[in-house]
Every structure is written in structure tokens, then in C-alpha cells.
């Protein structure tokens, strides 16, 4: 008992956040173990080889255009904004946190994609013939969406943690994430095209078990920051909307060519259509007047894209997508009123965005709904060579049937699970140390801590420089003659120096 | 004349902004029916469908790439930025309606995008053999381009109606939008690619007919918030931006495969060029000192775009689209300089985005070119294969030539001005009746009315708290002394009172 | 040298920023004569034209999904957004230059790419059967990169010049471009598809040259407005980001269909990633406490796709372009640390947005990796046709080695910096003459000069207008009993007038 007493002690000492060693180190040491790895490691597919010429001979293709980048690359295009621009911004809401918001989520991307190349090429892009990963647009895409996971994550922790912090964080959630994918797709062979399971389940259950091990009790001292102004409302709905504009991208973006990427796309613009309906709906019925909460729609309105991620290739059919998404914004927006205030206060779990209602509870639906229209596919609705392609009923699965397919993709959605809540819980452990500058329980949401914040002075409107102009002109004008001319009268010396205090206070607009 | 009378007075009660029942109702109500009617109708075309892979080999089609999905899908991601983005912030130029601008622009569309594909469906993919309507990426571009009309039609009413009446306002107005496209493209045979009329000009005047429907005579009473801030006008050139730079696949998005859209392309590209230039000299040379005026810069700018729209699949040649953007910037500037006062005071139609500017005229202007390049198109100018393919010119237009098309596009042209005013004014009549939940004259451009604000308190910048903090402690500390030791004083009485009152002032600042 | 005095005082006599006839006129005349050249000289090419049924069955082109759009239209559109958004909102970072910083880069864009299209051409795309330029989307593409030259052009001189001057400088800025890139891809033979030299060691060096000549010593006294502020610097992000997301799209536009493209990009996409480790890292270590600077995040995490430019189309290896971001990252840095201030200082170049570290040193960088590149291709890794395809050896260029085409890559270099230090001067004297309209020293890097600025009065929170109103009512409360009833006691004198003072200084709020 002494060790775990001693163990938080050390944990809960005094703060202190300056990274100036830290946070260089780890960057530095990591982008130079990146550059080893990837030379030993990393080289080009056949498609994005200077031999592509021969292999288009060899394999008889017979127009450069079937070279996989013009089948994917304006989805990964639109998926690279969801990463970058559609999660940092969303994330700019609170009122002082904006730096961090966009600044740390562009910084944990970057780092994080690379280490998905390597992670994610081991398990499935590895050429055995040299021991070389092969990379092409596919990658590329594929280590955007790894790296979703731990953005996803750090909406949990946002405002809460160093940026050394957000580091470790991604650099254990990449490696658990890979793991996960490659058990879930490769050896449960359950499908998941949009990542319901792999991507928002998993990172979402990582944020909340690493924000529930670092939980705050003391959290509210930073409560005047814990909110949103309103231009910094106006710039959350900049990573809304295109977060919900390219959601059809994200996930048809690695289904099959063809029918899988264009039914993907169909599904979730459905989906997320439906959604955005019914959180308006609640949001307004669960305020006082009907008013519309800015939270409820910079978040609900996008839980329709997570829950059908899974589905998306599936034959969901356009109503299913509809009824998906209908669920989806009525239980997100809920969440955002009842369940949020109850985890922060009976489960210990402080989720600055509200992930759990926007990818926990919406992830684990998509996992279901996968499950469900897996189970129930028949040969009359995909034909037999659909079914085929779809499920990918070929190889060690010619076997497969779709009853069984929906076992395996609730399997798969348990993998997720597990590794998400153990791994955050391992991680949470980690980031406890109290070695990685994370901020002090009244610093938290406030961007001086980790960024040369401009000097707002000059923001103060005209009108009221000139207002206090005037005071301090009419208390010089005053003071003085007051002094000087009535020495005899006693009263003089409480209006002198009111005069002189007013005129110290006002110095600034002189 | 009583019944009249009584009817205005019911509209002018006594106004109440709760939509707390209303809105959800109309919300959960309409997704329920598109999920039913979605279940009964609609269904993925054969090219979104798992027997895609069939399809092909009966159609002998080579490839994979060869879906629609790839020629049409970045253009239909371009397009989706524009009408959520690009419509929603281009809005937000008010100082307190950025959450209504861009939060309304995003269920409306989100709403009226599942009823076009629907709408559209019935007009355009049904399929007789089993009644269903089957849909592809194509149709959702054109639910996209409907919904442009009903967002467009908004830009007239914005902040002067509640979210029921804007609901109200985009059911009716996708419904005229397909009957008038069905008219106008099927039966009238007229071209439209870029909905200069189909979109523009009937989503323009419709809004301004509703506008007319709703005068407001006191709305000066809300002058104070009818106008930009700073930021404002920072975050309504985000908006213009993507809404310029996306109008070549806006207008190219559903012309013919190859020539069709790269032709469409280059010739908004170079007609959006040129209005930039004549928007920018008309603006400064109308302007004290020669100052540009944001308004201009983010609306005039994109008439080009507008103007172009339907002659943009044509032999328009680069020159006539640089003809046709000079035009429309000095037209649409003047617009904003002359027109749209005189619009207001003498016609009493109000017009908050001023899109009888931006769409009206341009969109009439681009029907008549539409129309005069069409009556002027050669065979040794499109080529014989050329001619037909561009003018489509088949089936039972088979005999069409160019001069008689000419006439038809110019048939179109005010099929949609009759369409837009005859629905605008019977729509304008429905929303009048006072059960919508509009605000009042003095309540409009106010977000308070329908959105949850945050405080701004903290937006106060430091060294006003500080400054307002020294008032404080200065009062404070001479209250006290005065009252208790100068009791003899009888003029230390008024000086006690003002210090208190001070005080009292002061006391948020303590 | 009398002569050298008198044109110097010409050049400093009082400023006139009044552009109400200049502006409009340069708009006018130039966009006039534009649509003059495009009538004589532009037409659509084979594949935008309504002759490419034709050209499909006599190139036997199987499909239209051969046609370039389908190759490059995606990649185009990226583009497009970051020379619009990317460079205007990078540079609304300002806290009060914001109109100017997206406005006038979207008026020389706008105003550039038409010249663009006219210069590149005569150079590149002339038919010499009819005289006429065939455009199509390639043209597009290089037009924006053209322009792109003269936007990082203006980041030199951003706040300190009027519009009239920025379109001379694009003028002769892109008149310039087109003559350079002629004679280093052309005449010399260099590489260089993402233009490295031939876009940003160009652009960069021909701003900083007219920076150089338009250097103002008495630019302090516009510091009160050489900063930024929270939220411009959150808008500025928009731009970075949307620059850093696209950069693989800029840099793979233009090369070889097929593995070119999808080479390039990933190469880009690598050498991005590593900038923002070694940005951050650098960052950090030069601060006070570890803080993170805006200004570098901003910028140098962007120098990685600068650098990779030339080499991204060639075989640089995964491992070799996270090596060439890993060091931009660090130097971009440093020169915002170290060089730019000492630039100012000592050589008299003041540069805004600091230009020299975000494009000049990494394009330089670029040219020399680009050359080095090159010069160690062999056969065996690129294989024979890939070497053949990659540095176009065809044709009058069939008998060049790998050796020898590094050695044109760094005569390549050496012509970009000539014609952009040479040019920067010439044009930076004509810029110097009294008849642009710039602004006086002590009015830069305000938009009040050239836009009609909303007035910020409600901006002012409400706590402050509550405040001020309750010392208002206090005053006016008390000044006139005082008056009133105390004649006899001569210390009322200054009590009234304080307050009358008061109550003047405070009427706005009344």
C-alpha cells in the first residue's frame, strides 16, 4: 500500500510544465528513428514505382488510369482534410484552447501517420520476397484513419494533457490500433470499411479509459475557461461541416473499386442527411425555449457517419441508412444531455468533447448494425458473385457464409473493446508519471501554458480607448490645479487622491 | 375586406420565438416519412449495386473505372463543399447570426437533400419495370444543385425567419424546383448544366417573393445587428472562396462525360476570373476615397459563375466567358450599390444577402447567353457528332436544330421566373401565418432568439479587468474613510454616494 | 546624382492612398485587353473541345475516362484551394489586415491566371498550324502555379503596399515566370514539377528583391499593428492547413500520369510530415519556457513540400523525403529565429511573412536535392524506360545521362535566382514611384487604407456597456443637485465639472 501511496504522491506533485527539454527530445529522437526505420523498411509499390511501365505490360493493364491513385486519391484527399482541418477544428471551441486544439491535433497527426506506415506495413503490406513495405495511395489512406483513432482519443483528454502527453498517447494508440486492425480484418476476417469498430470504438473506449486514469477532481478551478465564446463556436463548425461533408469519402475510401465505393458513399451521405434531423430535433426539445445548443450540432449531427462505417458496403439499402442515422442522432444528442454530466460525475470520466457520445455509443452501434446486415445478406439481394466480392468470401473464407460472417464482425467489435479499455487503462498508467509537464488542475483549457499567446491589448474596441482617454485627460486636467491652488481646504486630499489612483489606473490609455 | 383584415391581424400578433414543439415535431415527423417513402421507392442503381460486377460483363464494360462514380464523385464533393459550406458561411457576414447562417443553412439542406432525391427520383430515375427509383452519385449531385436553390432563396430571408418557416420553405421549394426542372429539361428540352436558370433564377426570385410576402416595415428596429463585424466578414470570405473556387465542378459536375466537363470547367474558371477584376473596380470607384466594400468582394464576385452556368457546356469560346464574367461584376456590383436600396425602400422587398444581385440577375443574364449561344451554334464550329452530343439532339429531338433551341432555352428561362414568383408568393402566404415562430422587427439577426449564446464575459479583454479592478479597489478604499471620519463635512455626503454607486457599478470587476 | 536626390524625394513626398481612379482603371483596361488577346489567340484544346468524339476514334482512345480532366481535374482543384485559401488565409494572420491579406490575394490570383494562361501559352501550348493556344486542364493548373509565384511574392511585401501596386507586380511578376520557366524546363531541360526553383526560389527572391527596394526605416511606427491576435492567428491556420493537406496534390499536378503522380505525392506527403516534428522541436528549444511559437507553426511546418518540389517525381525514396523535411523543418525555423530579424537589421529587407524561411532557402534546398537526385539515378533502381519517362531523355534530349541532367538541374537554379533578383529590382524601382497609392509608414498593415472597415462599436461586450451606463446614470444623477443646491461652497466647482467631464466622456453609452 506504501508503494501505490508513494506512487500517486509522485505522481500528484507540484507541476511543472515547461517541455523546452522534453518535447524537442522526443521529437527529434522520434522523426530520426523514423527516417532509420523507414529506410530500412519502406519503399514504393509497383504502382508508385518508376517500373510501373513494365508491370502495366506484365499484368496487360491497359491505361495508366487503373493505376490505384485515381481510384483513391480524391478520397484520401478528402479524408487528409477530415484529419487535419475537420478534427482541429472541431475542436477550437473552447475559448482559449484554440491553439492547442488545431496546433496539437496537427502535430499528433504527423507524428502518428508515420509510425502507422511502418506498424500497419508490417502487418499488410510487407513483402516477403525482400522484406520491404510496399506503399501506395492505399497506405497513405489507411495510416490517416489509424491515426483517427487517436485523434478520437484526444478529444477525451483535450485541454488536459502536455503535448509529450499526446505523443506517448498516439505512439502506443498507433501500435495497439494496428494490432487491433490486423486481429479484427485479418484474423477475425469481420469487414469494416469505415471503421466503426477499428477506428471510433477503439479510439474513442482508448480516449475515455486514458481520460477516466487521469481523472482531475479539482477540474472545475479551470471552469472560466471550460466553455466557448462565439466566434470560437462559428470556428467549430468549420471542422463540423467538413468532417459531415467528407464523411462519404472516409468510408468508401478503401472499399472495393466500383460498386463498394459508390454504395459506401450513397450510405453514409444518407445517413448523416438523417442524422443532422433528428439532433435538431432533440436538441431543441431538451432546451429551455427550443433554443438550439452549438455543442449538440457541431457533434450529433456527425454520429450518423460513424454508425454506418461498418455497413456503408454492405446492401444496408437507402432506408437502412436512413433508420441508421435517425437512431444515432437521437442517442448522440442524448448523451450530450444526460449521459456526459452523469460519467463526469458517478463514473470519474471527464470527456472535454463528448466522445463517447459522438464515437463511443455510435461505434458500438455500427459494430451491431455491421453484425445484423452481415448476418442477414442473401444470395438473391448481392447475387452470388456480389456476395462474393462484398464479404470477401474468398481464399481461407470461400467457405464463409453471411450467418457466420456476423458473428465474426461481433467478434470483432469485442476485439475492439478489450484492446481499446486494457490499452487505454496500460497508457493512463504511463501518462500519470508526473514527467510529462502536463498542466495543473487551474491551467487546464488555456493555450499560455504551451503556446506564445499574442498580447490582446489592441483588441479593445475604439470606443472605449477613447472613453477611457477621456477620463484619464479630465483626472490630469483636474488633479493638478486642485493640488496646487486649494491647500487650505481638508477635503481636497480625498478628491487628489482618488484623482491620482484614477489616473494610475487609466495610465495604460494615455 | 374583413376577412382580409382579420387575416393580417392574426399574422401581426403579439410573436413568440418557441419553437420548442414545433420544430421537433416537424423534424422527427418528416424523417419518418423519408424513411418510409425512402423504403417504398428508393433503391441503388446498377452501377451502385452489388451486381455491378455483373453489369459489367453484360455491357462489356473494360473496367472498373469506368463507373460513374469516377468521373462524377470529386465534382460531387466539390459540390457538397459549396452548398454546406460554401452557402453556410458566405452567411454568416451578420455580427450576431453566424450560428443561424451557418446552423439553419445545415438543416435545411441536410433536410431538403433527402426530399429532392425523391422529388427529383420520380421526375428522372424511375424505374417502370418495378417502380423504384434507382440512384447513383448523379442524383446525389442534383439533390445537392436543388437544394442550392432553396439555400440561395434563404439568403434573402436570413435572420428574419425561425427554422419551422425555413423547413416550410425548402419542402415547398424542392418541390416547385423539380416540377420547373422537369419542364424546363425534359418537356421544353432547354439545356442547364449549371442551373443559371433552373437553380439561380428560380431560387432567386422565389426567395424574393417570400421576402416581399414577409416586408417587415419596422425592421430598422433590428438595424443595430444589420450589419458585419471585423470577423465576420473574415468568415463570410471562407464561404465566397470555396464557393468560387468550386464553381467550375458546380458547373461541370453533370455535363457529359469528357469534352463536356473540361469544357464546363474552363469556361467558369475564366469567366469567375474576369468578374474579380470589374467586381474590384466598380466596387472602388463607387466607394468615398476609392475603398473596396467586403460586400462586393463577397458576393459580386461570383456572378460570373452564376452567368455562365448554362452556356457553360457550350462552344462558349474562353473569350465570351470572359465577356460574360466583365459583364456580370459591373452589373452585380451596381446591384449592390443602387439597386438593392431602391429594392427595399420602394418595392419593399428585403433582401439580406442581396441575392437579387447575385443570382437574379446574373441567373437571368445566363439564361439569355444560354440562349443566344445555342441560336448561334454551327456544325463546323461543334462538328457534326459534336452538335448532337453537346445539344442532345436525339430521340424525340432528333430534327431539333440550333436556332429552334435557341427559342426553347429562352422558354426555359421563364417557365423558371414564372415557377419562382407564382410559388414564392403563395409559399410567402403560408409563412406569414403566425404560427411559424418568426421573430419580431426588433429581434431579427439576433441568434439569442433561437440558439443557446455562450456568455462573453470572458471576453473582456485583461486590461479592461484591470483597469475596471483599480476602479474598484480606488472606491473601495476611500469609501469606507470618508464615511467614517468626515462626518463634520457636509459635502462629503454627495462624494460617499457617488463612490457607493461607483461601487455598485463596478462590482462585477471585484 | 542630383538626378538620383530628385527622383528619391519624388519617391518620399506626402502619400496619396486614394486608388479610386487607378484601381479601377488598371481593372478595366487590363481585364479589357485580356478579352481582346483571349478572342485572338485562346481556344479549347482536342480534349475540351467538341471534336473529342473525333479525336477518340482517330487516337483510338477507348474511353472518355482517357480524357486529362479525369487525370489532373482533382489534383487542379486542390491546387486551386490552396493558391485562394491556402496563401489568403496563411496571410490573414495580421491582426488588422486581414481584408487585404484574402482580398488582394484573391484579386492578383484572379487578375494573374489570365495573363498565366496567355504567356505560358505562347511558350508551351501554341498551335503554329492556326496561331492559336490550346488550353485545357494542364494550362489551368500551370496558371495557378504561376500565380502562386507572385502570391508568396507578395508575402514579402504584405501590409506595405497598395493594390495597384500588388497587380504591377503580378504583372511583371508573371511575365517573368513565364520567360524562366520557359528557359529552365525548356532550353536548359530541368526537372522540376513542383517547382521548387521555378515557383518558390522564383517567388520568393523576386519579392524579396522588391522588398528590398520599397525598404521603409520608419516602418516602426506602424508596430502597434505588426502582430497578431488570437483569432487572426486561428484564421491564419486555415490557410496552413489547407496548403500542408494539398501540397501532395501541387506537387503531383503536373507529373507523369500513372507512377508519377502517385510517386510524387507520396513523396510530398512524407517530407510534410517529418517538418512538423522538426518544426515543433525547434520551436520549443528556442522559447522562453518551451512554448510553441504560432508564427513558426504557421510557416515552417510547411518548407517540407517546398523542398521536395523538384525531387518528388523522381525515385527520392520514402526514407530520403522524410530526410529533406526533417531538415526544412529545423531551418525554416532557425530563420525565423535568427534570419529574418537580422534581414531586417543589416540588410534592410523587411519581409512580413517571412518568405525568406518558409519558400526562398527550401526551394533553394529543393534545387540542390533536385540536382543531387538526379545525378545518382542509375538504371538499375529506375529501370530503362522508367529513366526514359522520369527525365523525359527523349527526343532532342534522348542522348542526356543522369549526371549531366544534374548539372542542368543546378544551371536551372541558378536561372530562377537570376531572373528573380534581377527582375525583383527592376520592378521594385517602378514600384518606388509616387503614383501607386501606397501607404505611409505609419499606416501599414491596416485595412482601414484601402476597405471600408465595420465599425466595432458593438463588439464592446455588455458587461461594459452596463458598467459604463451605470457611471453615466450616476453622474447625471449627481452633477445636477450638486449644481443646484451647493452655490455657497466653492469646492463644488471642480466636483461638477469632473462630472460633467464624465458625463461627456461617457454619452456614447447614455
Known amino acids: 500500500m506504501g508503494c501505490v501511496q508513494s506512487f500517486r504522491e509522485l505522481c500528484d506533485r507540484q507541476k511543472n510544465t515547461n517541455v523546452r ?83 496539437f491535433n496537427f502535430l499528433i497527426a504527423a507524428f502518428g501517420l508515420q509510425w502507422a506506415l511502418l506498424m500497419q506495413g508490417w502487418f499488410h503490406s510487407l513483402d516477403y520476397t525482400d522484406g520491404k513495405i510496399k506503399i501506395g495511395v492505399e497506405n497513405m489512406i489507411n495510416a490517416d484513419f489509424c491515426v483517427a483513432g487517436c485523434l478520437i482519443a484526444y478529444g ?48 474513442a473506449y482508448y480516449g475515455l479509459s486514458i481520460s477516466w486514469m487521469l481523472y482531475r477532481p479539482n477540474l472545475d478551478q479551470s471552469d472560466r475557461l471550460h466553455g466557448s465564446v462565439y466566434h470560437s463556436d462559428v470556428f467549430a463548425m468549420i471542422g463540423t461541416l467538413f468532417l459531415w ?170 476485439v475492439a473493446l478489450c484492446f481499446a479499455v486494457g490499452g487505454g487503462i496500460a497508457v493512463g498508467c504511463i501518462l500519470r508519471l508526473p514527467i510529462w509537464g502536463d498542466p495543473a488542475d487551474d491551467n487546464c483549457f488555456d493555450d499560455e501554458t504551451y503556446w506564445e499567446v499574442p498580447d490582446e491589448e489592441e483588441d479593445v474596441p475604439p470606443i472605449l480607448h477613447y472613453n477611457n482617454h477621456m477620463l484619464y485627460l479630465t483626472t490630469v486636467y483636474w488633479s493638478c490645479p486642485l493640488r496646487l491652488f486649494s491647500p487650505q481646504t481638508n477635503h481636497t486630499a480625498p478628491n487628489c487622491t482618488i484623482l491620482f489612483l484614477v489616473l494610475l489606473s487609466l495610465y495604460p490609455y494615455g
Open 21 to 103: 527539454k522534453s518535447l524537442p527530445a522526443v521529437c527529434i529522437v522520434w522523426q530520426t528513428a523514423m527516417i532509420i526505420l523507414f529506410g530500412v523498411f519502406i519503399r514504393y509499390n509497383e504502382e508508385a514505382d518508376t517500373h510501373w511501365v513494365e508491370h502495366r505490360h506484365t499484368k496487360n493493364i491497359s491505361s495508366d488510369i487503373e493505376n490505384d491513385f485515381y481510384y483513391r486519391y480524391p478520397s484520401f484527399q478528402d479524408v487528409h482534410v477530415m484529419i487535419f482541418v475537420g478534427f482541429g477544428f472541431l475542436m477550437t471551441f473552447l475559448k482559449r484552447y484554440s491553439f492547442g486544439a488545431v496546433g
Open 156 to 203: 477525451a483528454v483535450l485541454g488536459k494533457v502536455s503535448a509529450v502527453q499526446l505523443l506517448v498517447m498516439t505512439l502506443f494508440g498507433v501500435t495497439l490500433f494496428a494490432v487491433e486492425e490486423y486481429i479484427i480484418l485479418n484474423v477475425i476476417h469481420a469487414r469494416d470499411a469505415g471503421g466503426s469498430m477499428v477506428i471510433h470504438t477503439f479510439g
Open 245 to 414: 461533408m467528407f464523411w462519404p469519402s472516409f468510408n468508401s475510401a478503401i472499399t472495393d473499386h466500383g460498386d463498394g465505393q459508390h454504395r459506401a458513399a450513397i450510405n453514409t451521405y444518407l445517413a448523416l442527411a438523417a442524422t443532422v434531423l433528428t439532433t435538431v430535433a432533440i436538441s431543441s426539445l431538451f432546451q429551455k425555449h427550443g433554443k438550439l445548443d452549438m455543442v449538440h450540432i457541431q457533434n450529433a449531427t456527425l454520429a450518423g457517419g460513424v454508425a454506418v462505417g461498418t455497413a456503408a458496403e454492405f446492401m444496408l439499402m437507402p432506408y437502412g441508412a436512413l433508420i441508421v442515422g435517425f437512431c444515432c442522432g437521437i442517442i448522440s444528442t442524448l448523451g450530450y444531455v444526460y449521459l456526459s454530466p452523469f460519467m463526469e460525475k458517478y463514473l470519474k470520466i471527464q470527456d472535454t468533447c463528448g466522445i463517447h457520445n459522438l464515437h463511443a455509443m455510435p461505434g458500438v452501434i455500427g459494430g451491431i448494425v455491421g453484425a445484423i446486415t452481415a448476418a442477414s445478406a442473401t444470395e438473391s439481394v448481392y447475387g452470388v458473385e456480389g456476395l462474393i466480392n462484398t464479404f470477401d468470401f474468398k481464399e481461407d473464407f470461400k467457405d464463409m457464409v453471411p450467418s457466420r460472417q456476423g458473428g465474426h464482425q461481433a467478434a470483432g467489435l469485442c
